[in-house]
């Protein structure tokens, strides 16, 4: 079956780095996506990932180990505006089909 | 500017009435998607589309409905059918040039509450 976890909420303290770890068994893998999605808004794309290794993107980074079945996204100088949930999502191989999951609420305090 | 519009932002139906949701992009995206999300959960797809006139079921399609007879849009009707239908209903679009996977992007979303 399709399956992708997340930790469901996390806490960090503003100007700290924060690791968001997702975990994913999918029937086929053409890419895993990150997204922040803040509370009644839609979510905005962040990073991509298909080959493993590290891919940076000013203040957020995402990681990829494909063999492990396993990202992460890594927050760094976290601000108050990172607040928000950040969702994993993978493509499989089936179409366009996107397997999403729970997402990670942060809350990033003074 | 491109972009994804969905309307209305919020909508109230009463128990037993069909309703539709409305979803535009100027992006000239071939892909559109229906995802639900309720709170504390993933988004789950409804619907998908990869190009007009054609779509597929996801994994939540029982009491939706939809159709393509546009590039630029994808209406998705929420039926007396579906059971629960209170949840945030986004619209997603992306280019499938056949290669592999491409990003979708996000319409603001429609709060649908059943009275």
């Known amino acids: 079956g399709q399956n992708i976890d997340q930790p469901t909420e996390m806490t960090a303290t503003e100007g700290a780095i924060v690791q968001i770890n997702c975990t994913y068994q999918?029937?086929?893998?053409?890419?895993l996506f990150w997204y922040q999605q803040h509370a009644g808004e839609a979510p905005t794309f962040l990073s991509y990932?298909?080959?493993?290794g590290l891919e940076e993107k000013g203040r957020f980074s995402s990681f990829l180990s494909r063999s492990k079945g396993y990202s992460y996204l890594l927050l760094k100088e976290l601000q108050m505006k990172d607040s928000a949930s950040y969702l994993c999502?993978?493509?499989?191989?089936?179409?366009?089909?996107?397997?999403f999951g729970p997402g990670t609420r942060l809350s990033v305090l003074p | 500017d491109g972009g994804i519009t969905q309307s209305p932002k919020y909508l109230f139906r009463k128990e037993g009435q069909n309703v539709t949701l409305s979803c535009e992009q100027n992006?000239?995206?071939?892909?559109m998607y229906w995802y639900r999300q309720d709170p504390g959960q993933g988004l789950r797809l409804i619907y998908y589309?990869?190009?007009?006139?054609?779509?597929q079921k996801g994994d939540i399609a029982e009491g939706y409905s939809v159709s393509r007879e546009k590039k630029e849009s994808f209406p998705l009707t929420v039926t007396s059918a579906q059971k629960n239908p209170t949840a945030f209903y986004l619209c997603?679009?992306?280019?499938?040039?056949?290669?592999?996977?491409?990003?979708?992007?996000f319409g603001p979303g429609t709060r649908l509450t059943v009275l």
């Open positions: 997603a679009s992306s280019i499938d040039d056949g290669g592999g996977t491409d990003t979708q992007y």
């Open positions: 999918t029937s086929g893998f053409n890419g």
């Open positions: 990932n298909v080959l493993d």
């Open positions: 999502a993978v493509n499989d191989n089936y179409g366009q089909n996107f397997v």
């Open positions: 992006l000239n995206h071939d892909a």
């Open positions: 589309s990869q190009i007009v006139n054609d779509f």
